[in-house]
């Protein structure tokens, strides 16, 4: 996945909102307030921090070069993907969606409840 399509699939989240508190070079994507995603270009390369479970943090870095401990986060929870379309864009997606749901079960109750009330459970937790 390119820049461009990444953006496009974030914004594709429910209740995806965007706004740049560090300037114009760092797209944050949010839900309910809470970030799930940050993207951005460093050093020339496009790349996107998502959340992660540590353990599956770890299995990612170990599989995908592309994948490197997230960039100014958690190095535990966060892993900065690096769009240089090494990694099938559907695993990329899987990440993205992995980092929303963690976000969405991490809502206070009333902000989860009324996510649940207007969303389908596939599209606040797709990873299951």
């Not at 943090?57 to 892993?79: C, E, T």
């Amino acid at each position: 996945m390119d820049y461009s399509a990444t953006e496009h699939y974030l914004h594709s989240k429910p209740e995806s909102e965007l706004s740049h508190p560090f300037g114009p070079d760092a797209a944050v994507f949010k839900v309910m307030g809470k970030v799930f995603a940050i993207l951005g270009v460093h050093q020339g390369r496009e790349q996107v921090n998502l959340k992660c479970d540590p353990l599956e943090a770890m299995q990612l870095r170990d599989v995908f070069p592309s994948v490197i401990p997230g960039y100014h986060m958690n190095k535990k929870h966060w892993n900065t993907v690096i769009l240089d379309g090494s990694i099938p864009d559907g695993e990329v997606q899987r990440q993205i969606d992995h980092s929303y749901s963690l976000i969405v079960k991490s809502l206070k109750k009333v902000d989860r409840a009324y996510l649940e009330r207007i969303y389908p459970p596939e599209q606040l937790h797709p990873d299951g």
